[in-house]
């Protein structure tokens, strides 16, 4: 299940900007996306580094006023 946390919230703030490219779109008929992190340098502690972090997705009705599925959850590794 998805979780709506922080990380949560700054995705959806952040989303389709320069840090979180692709985060947001309408799917293709394949049902397949892809969304990026660019981290610039020093963004994040080193303390984070070889640390992971979960990702899933949620998709929404054509609306866009709820959401009707989520993806299974899948690890970030994040790296010095």
Known sequence: PLVWDGLT??????ANTPLLPGFIGT???????????VLPPGLLPPSYAWSTISFAAAIADPTGSS???ATQAAGLLILP
């Not at 799917?27 to 992190?37: E, I, M, R």
């Open 9 to 14: 919230e700054a995705a959806l703030l952040h």
């Open 27 to 37: 799917l293709p008929v394949s049902g397949q996306a892809t969304g990026s992190l």
């Open 67 to 69: 959401f009707v599925a």
